[in-house]
């Protein structure tokens, strides 16, 4: 049986490639990530099409620009695709507390109006990155920083480190989203990203949502593949 908590990212180049995936994993999955690769191969149609299954969507597009034009294009993705409180869209906290303020208030104004969240720092990120890009504080900090900011400008959740879970859920309450890539069931490929963990750790530390690409897309079936995450998330309840 499905579980709402995983998330699957269609990371694929065509519609044909991420339908064959979505159907060979049937009944077990029910939420699907679209992300950049795929929307800008595709265009809405996998959207749409992902609707007509009912699959709740994660439309990953990370909008970071003026307040006026995020929040507009967001209006504009909720309506081409009737996107409902079960679908998520994000926006990149370093956008701004009015920018991401702004979204969340246009939003509210919508009939129906998907879960917005902020995507906190990038799970390939690490801390040499991170200074590199001129920040002095620690990557944790930041983290909680950009979430709590997140949190006070009305959005509904976060994308984080599973390894930041449990001190955002500290920080920002019970009812907080915590969207967490960088999932890598033990034994499997880190890839490109760096602040990783398994997905029992994922759940343990507070997460509420997995999102997960490669372990599942690349595995020789990847049916199997998501089925033993859904066991191993199962097994901290
Ligand atoms: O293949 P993998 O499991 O690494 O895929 C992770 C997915 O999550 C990718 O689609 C990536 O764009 C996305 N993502 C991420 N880190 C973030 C936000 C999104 O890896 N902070």
């Known amino acids: 049986m499905s579980d709402d ?10 519609l044909e490639e991420a339908q064959s995936l979505v159907k060979n994993l049937g009944d077990s999955v029910s939420f699907y990530k679209v992300g950049m690769e795929v929307f800008y191969s595709v265009g809405g149609k996998i959207v749409e099409w992902l609707k007509s299954q009912n699959k709740r ?5 990370k909008l970071c620009d003026i307040p006026n034009t995020t929040a507009q294009g967001l209006i504009s993705l909720v309506k081409q695709f009737k996107l409902d409180e079960k679908d998520f869209l994000n926006v990149h906290a370093n956008g701004g507390f009015k920018m991401m303020q702004t979204a969340a208030q246009k939003l509210q104004d919508l009939e129906s109006k998907p879960k917005l969240i902020a995507v906190t720092i990038l799970t390939s990120i690490d801390q040499n990155e991170w200074k590199e890009l001129g920040h002095a504080s620690t990557i944790k900090e930041d983290v909680i920083r950009l979430a709590k900011l997140s949190k006070t400008a ?3 959740g976060v994308v984080a480190s599973p390894r930041e879970a449990e001190i955002i859920r500290d920080s920002c309450g019970r009812d907080f989203l915590i969207v967490t890539p960088g999932i890598r069931p033990a034994g499997s490929d880190v890839n490109d990203q760096s602040r ?11 997460a509420t949502h997995l999102v997960i690409g490669r ?9 199997i593949a998501a089925e033993k995450i859904l066991e191993e998330m199962n097994s901290n309840d």
Do not use: Y
């Not at 908590?5 to 065509?14: E, K, P, T, Y």
């Not at 969507?57 to 597009?61: A, M, Q, T």
């Not at 398994?198 to 530390?205: N, R």
């Not at 372990?215 to 049916?223: C, D, Y």
């Open 5 to 14: 908590r995983l998330i699957v990212a269609l990371d694929v180049h065509s």
């Open 57 to 61: 969507v994660f439309l990953d597009l």
């Open 215 to 223: 372990p599942i897309r690349a595995a020789e079936n990847p049916r």
């Open 196 to 206: 990783i963990a398994t997905p029992a750790e994922a759940i343990k530390h507070g």
């Open 154 to 156: 009305g959005l509904d």
